[in-house]
């Protein structure tokens, strides 16, 4: 039995592996190569948190910082 997750119900055949953890090495990934930005299970994640609490709050946040 298969199980199905998010990923494959939102983006069928798309190759989504986990290459790096974390908003600030997310970040850092999409600066250095937008492919493996693209198939990486924790930039999903992260965009849907920060799209809910944006929306949740009525407001921006900055981007990561390492501090």
């Known amino acids: 039995m298969k199980t199905i997750s998010h990923l ?9 592996r986990d ?3 974390g908003p ?3 970040q850092n990934l999409r600066k250095e190569t937008a492919d493996e930005a693209l198939n990486n299970a924790d930039t999903y ?4 948190l920060q799209t809910y ?4 709050c009525n407001k921006n946040f900055e981007p990561p910082t390492s501090n």
Do not use: Q
Request: without cysteine; hydrophobic residues 50%; positive net charge.
């Open 45 to 48: 994640m992260w965009f849907a």
């Open 24 to 26: 600030l090495e997310v």
């Open 19 to 21: 290459v790096r953890y």
């Open 53 to 56: 609490w944006s929306i949740r």
């Open 8 to 16: 494959d119900v939102f983006h069928p055949g798309r190759r989504v």
